[in-house]
């Protein structure tokens, strides 16, 4: 069974904007950096286009937590006052040096 796969390829050169090269032109068309005889394609740049939106929503979405964790911040001060904390020194230096390797908060 054969499979022609032209016309799948004429229809993602379509959809996504970008070029899609003829294998039996791919040699021909550049100076030496494509084989003759070998598949080349090219993407549109829509994969760059998706990553700034999500980093754009995701940015957004940071934006509305508060800076500090209000309700955290009084349960652990409580506990402090009441002598309840407890913390290991292998707990803390782990949480420094995870904070240190994070590097700062953006």
Known sequence: ???????ATQALHKSCGGSVANPATAGSS???SVPAGA??????GVHV?????VTR???AQASQLPEV??????????AIQRGRY???PEEVAGAVLAHMIAGPAA
Request: aromatic residues 0%; charged residues 30%; glycine residues 2%.
């Open 49 to 53: 286009q998706a990553q700034a939106l």
């Open 69 to 78: 964790r209000e309700a955290r911040v009084q349960e652990l001060r409580q």
């Open 30 to 32: 550049s100076a030496g």
């Open 1 to 7: 069974m054969r499979i022609d796969l032209k016309p």
């Open 86 to 88: 407890q913390s290991s």
């Open 39 to 44: 598949d080349r394609a090219e993407h549109s």
């Open 57 to 59: 929503a995701l940015v």
